[in-house]
């Protein structure tokens, strides 16, 4: 009985170094990311209460999976209220799925224009206007590199260009759509 659990412990120790060596993400800060070439979106304003909680970096390949050795960089953010607000944001190099989907029937979904980032489409539940929702989903913002990349075909390759997800927990429609209105790059030109 002991050998098997020394063998299960040694297993699992392996398999941990293994997903930690292969594109586990690395905490870091805003600074880190104003030293990245690629566009990384912050707020500029957020509800009272909120503050960053985490800072996150990873690579990507050219196929959009994680790889410690992978050239792309990607980051995502989570910002708290301390109760049960949340606000996050993350980047993907390619590779990148509908966010836009609800297994909740009963989400709805809206639209507003930014005049940065064009329109931003948006899920959310509980359905309605007004209050407070679980969870607000938008789709894939472009930033201005992708959009300068994609100028030069569909087939043109994709470096410095991303596509940035934002999300809402715990937080009223009006205070989400604030949020995207404010967000810009962590490092202005």
């Not at 412990?9 to 690395?26: D, E, I, M, V």
Request: overall charge positive.
């Amino acid at each position: 009985m002991k050998l098997q659990l020394r063998a299960l412990f040694l297993c699992a120790l392996t398999f941990l170094g293994l997903s930690l060596a292969h594109g586990a993400p690395k905490t870091a800060t805003l600074d880190d990311l104003k030293k990245l070439d690629i566009i990384s979106l912050v707020p500029g304003w957020l509800p009272e209460g909120y503050h960053l909680k985490k800072v996150e970096i990873h690579y990507e390949n050219a196929d959009g999976n994680e790889d410690l050795k992978g050239k792309f960089p990607a980051y995502s953010l989570e910002y708290r209220d301390g109760k049960k607000g949340k606000f996050t944001t993350e980047s993907a190099h390619t590779g990148i799925g509908d966010r836009n989907l609800d297994k909740d029937e009963r989400a709805e979904e809206s639209q507003f224009d930014t005049k940065r980032y064009g329109t931003v489409y948006i899920i959310y539940f509980p359905p309605g206007k007004s209050g407070v929702k679980h969870r607000i989903v938008a789709n894939w913002i472009e930033d201005e590199n992708l959009k300068a990349e994609k100028t030069k075909g569909e087939n043109a390759p994709r470096i410095k260009g991303r596509y940035h997800g934002v999300s809402g927990f715990g937080m009223t429609l009006a205070e989400f759509e604030k949020i995207v209105q404010s967000l810009h790059p962590v490092r202005e030109k």
